[in-house]
């Protein structure tokens, strides 16, 4: 563990696995704990990522236009279905080396109008490097014998162009009468195909009204952002100030060598491993009041740590830290993991538990984008 000290405050010393904050009275103990297990089922574990997208003339950068009736009457969700019949071959970008394929066979494209969804399934993969691939060192999941590997192990070669495909899920709801929709598309481990999906409907959709462009973002959601800190355990609090001032600087024993000389302070604490910060509580209320210190103590003050401060928390989310910032518009950017509860066939989401999934997801995503009016007493 590494800790940075600073002589104003004197404060910090560290004993075997305790970090004792004196002057701000606050004691964490940390303990070591290693689970081999939990990094074996992050790397191939399911999880869905969601993204705004919108359409706008090409020189408008705020005003969007309706999904289902934009330039002269045209629906974008039935545009994405004919792109979808229209190129069922493969696509390659050379640029980045990665491949994608809409796959539109029966059974793996679903198109609901009166619920404003399509989703499926695309094959995208990637080449350019050479790499073995081993078989026989695992057997139903478990590692083979030493007398087993004698016989049975093998290695192949993947070469530099040969490409690994993978299935993906996607689904785009595109609401009536409405100027964002929402895109979720799966994501197995490290790998995902947010750019290449998306760079690909770009160009067809230029292509196709050279007039009109689409854009998509990265959806942000407060819900999640409150039921995190609610449920979740806390690892990182993070206190920084930006633009420190200069008497404050000088306090450090920070001098400005030049007029634009500009400095970032920053507090962090942090639990390893099984730990947590217990912090929850104070997280809320801090959420509710964000115009008070979430540390309330003058040492902090004296060193920059005031109202101007910006205050973020990390919390982990089914074996993901997640950074919040506990501001007055705390928003998360949200993947949601849903690998225990999807079917799986070989490793890969089976598409009916996959979609069924997605679409409950989709009920609160949509509630949250478009809150329902109050009706009038």
């Not at 071959?89 to 679903?110: P, V």
């Not at 598309?185 to 998306?198: A, K």
């Not at 942000?220 to 990182?236: C, P, R, V």
């Not at 003058?298 to 506990?326: C, V, Y």
Request: some cysteine; hydrophobic content about 35%.
């Amino acid at each position: 563990m590494k800790i940075s000290t600073f002589s104003p405050m004197k404060c910090i010393s560290v004993r075997k696995n305790c970090i004792l904050v004196r002057n701000l009275r606050i004691i964490y103990f940390f303990y070591v704990s290693y689970s081999l297990k939990f990094y074996r089922n992050m790397a191939n574990e399911i999880r869905l990522e969601v993204y705004t997208f919108g359409i706008r003339k090409k020189l408008q950068k705020e005003i969007y236009e309706t999904l289902d009736s934009f330039f002269e009457k045209n629906d974008f969700l039935k545009f994405f279905e004919n792109y979808v019949n229209q190129n069922a071959d493969t696509k390659i970008e050379k640029g980045t080396k990665r491949t994608i394929q809409f796959f539109n066979k029966a059974g793996y494209l679903s198109l609901d109008l009166n619920k404003r969804i399509i989703s499926g399934v695309v094959k995208s993969g990637y080449w350019g490097t050479e790499t073995e691939i081993i078989s026989g060192l695992i057997k139903n999941g478990q590692e083979t014998t030493e007398e087993e590997r004698k016989t049975k192990v093998k290695v192949q070669i993947k070469g530099e162009e040969d490409i690994e495909i993978r299935p993906f899920y996607f689904l785009i709801y595109a609401p009536t009468g409405k100027s964002k929709g929402l895109l979720m598309l799966q994501r197995t481990g490290p790998f995902g195909i947010n750019g290449i999906f998306t760079r690909l409907i770009y160009a067809f959709f230029k292509e196709a009204y050279s007039d009109y462009r689409i854009d998509f973002d990265q959806f942000l959601s407060k819900t999640l952002a409150k039921k995190l800190i609610a449920e979740g355990d806390i690892k990182t609090l993070t206190l920084r100030r930006y633009d420190l001032p200069k008497d404050i600087a000088d306090y450090l024993g920070i001098k400005h060598n030049k007029p634009k000389d500009n400095f970032t302070i920053e507090f962090k604490v942090t639990a390893n491993h099984s730990s947590k910060l217990f912090l929850n509580n104070k997280a809320k209320k801090f959420v509710t009041n964000p115009n008070n210190a979430f540390i309330e103590v003058s040492e902090m003050n004296k060193i920059g740590f005031n109202e101007d401060t910006e205050t973020s928390i990390t919390i982990m989310d089914g074996g993901h830290a997640r950074t919040i910032d506990l501001s007055e518009n705390m928003q998360l950017r949200p993947y949601y993991d849903i690998d225990k509860k999807v079917e799986k066939d070989k490793g890969n989401p089976v598409f009916n538990s996959i979609d069924k999934l997605a679409k409950e997801l989709l009920v609160d995503l949509d509630k949250e984008m478009y809150p329902a009016t109050p009706k009038k007493n």
